[in-house]
């Protein structure tokens, strides 16, 4: 079974920590996965996000996710024969600028939230969005994964 370890440094209160571990689930099943994952999520302030894009990248703006993969989890992906689970790393997510994010585009916070979970997810696993192929399939892949948890939440 798939494990998020959830921290909020927030003084915002989110109902729904469940459904961050059903989007977990549907990654792995969409993706084929066999083994067992374990991941961090942490709601972030805006000082903080904006603190740690600064001191990691070198960037001087407020990002809505980051993620900060375990490298030697995508070597060992498909290859746990011991059953133990893998840990993928850390996905840093900003409810103030998530919160803004969703009120520009005019949708739900929560579709927002887990658009970026989805997308946070899928740099733990390895997908990017630097070269133009690599951003026409990881998109799909979260938009798809996004409108099934939506049919699925129904």
């Not at 961050?20 to 000082?47: C, P, Q, R, Y």
């Not at 030697?72 to 992906?77: D, T």
């Not at 011991?82 to 803004?100: A, E, H």
Request: glycine fraction near 2%; charge should be neutral.
């Amino acid at each position: 079974m798939n494990k998020i370890l959830f921290f909020n440094e927030t003084k915002f209160t989110f109902k729904d920590i469940n459904n961050i571990n059903k989007i977990l689930d549907l990654i792995v099943k969409t993706l084929n996965l066999d083994n067992n994952f374990e991941l961090s999520v942490i709601f972030n302030t805006i000082s903080k996000q904006q603190n740690i894009n600064s001191k990691y990248y070198k960037r001087n703006y407020i990002p809505d996710v980051l993620s900060f993969p375990v490298d030697e989890a995508f070597i060992n992906l498909n290859k746990n024969e011991d059953g133990n689970k893998i840990y993928l790393g850390d996905i840093f997510l900003c409810i103030d600028q998530i919160k803004k994010q969703a009120k520009n585009k005019n949708i739900l916070f929560e579709d927002e939230l887990y658009l970026l979970l989805i997308h946070g997810i899928l740099h733990l696993l390895n997908y990017n969005h630097i070269e133009n192929e690599e951003k026409k399939i990881m998109f799909k892949l979260q938009e798809k994964i996004l409108k099934e948890f939506q049919q699925n939440d129904k």
